[in-house]
């Protein structure tokens, strides 16, 4: 299974139909409402990222799996001193 896009996450979280009390007041419409719109942003612009040519070796995941499997890691060069 890929990695899902922004819009993919977004998508997948609005088919559950979640309902939530935040700050005492029942919401259906979670999307919308200011306290979780945000972060949900926040979490499709990191999937988004995640397919970035730019930003996307930041979101390689390295496992022993996969070293079982003969799959190589991908090696990222350490940072120099001072940065």
């Given at each position: 299974?890929?990695?899902?896009?922004?819009?993919?996450?977004?998508t997948s979280?609005?088919?559950l139909k979640l309902t939530s009390n935040i700050l005492g007041e029942k919401?259906?419409?979670?999307?919308?409402?200011?306290?979780?719109?945000?972060?949900?942003?926040?979490?499709?612009?990191?999937f988004d990222a995640a397919?970035?040519?730019?930003?996307?070796?930041?979101?390689?995941?390295?496992s022993s799996c996969f070293l079982r499997q003969g799959i190589s890691p991908v090696r990222r060069p350490s940072p120099s001193p001072g940065t």
């Open positions: 299974m890929a990695l899902k896009t922004g819009d993919q996450y977004l979280i609005e088919s919401t259906n419409d979670l999307s919308e409402h200011g306290m979780v719109g945000p972060s949900r942003k926040a979490v499709a612009f990191t397919h970035h040519p730019e930003t996307n070796e930041m979101f390689c995941v390295e």
